[in-house]
């Protein structure tokens, strides 16, 4: 009975150094009018300029910190892009880069993606 107790304070040790985080966050630099939130859920990710006319609202970049693997980095960095663009007021952003970069000797990774935030006229 002490040897199960002790196997389970010995596993709960080791799991709890081995804790899975997932991370994102966010920053911007507004262009100078700061405008009312938008839905999240309705900004649009562009590859190129759109062809409708827009102006910028600024600057968007975001990382994100997935353990699994490289798609849920992008899906996390991605997620808090689209919720900074929203705060600020934007309908899409434009990526300019986006980075798959290396931040330890374990193997982690994050994705970094740096967009122009805009708004249709």
Do not use: W
Request: aromatic content about 4%.
């Amino acid at each position: 009975m002490n040897n199960k107790i002790l196997y389970l304070l010995l596993a709960v040790t080791l799991l709890s150094g081995c804790s899975i985080i997932e991370t994102s966050e966010a920053t911007h630099i507004l262009n100078g009018q700061a405008y009312p939130a938008t839905d999240v859920q309705s900004i649009q990710i562009l590859l190129e300029p759109p062809s409708q006319d827009y102006i910028v609202v600024g600057l968007v970049e975001s990382r994100g910190m997935g353990i699994t693997t490289e798609s849920k980095d992008l899906e996390l960095s991605m997620l808090a892009l689209k919720n900074e663009a929203a705060k600020i007021g934007a309908n899409a952003v434009i990526i300019q880069s986006s980075q798959q970069q290396l931040i330890s000797g374990d193997g982690s990774t994050e994705r970094r993606i740096s967009a122009t935030a805009i708004r249709f006229k």
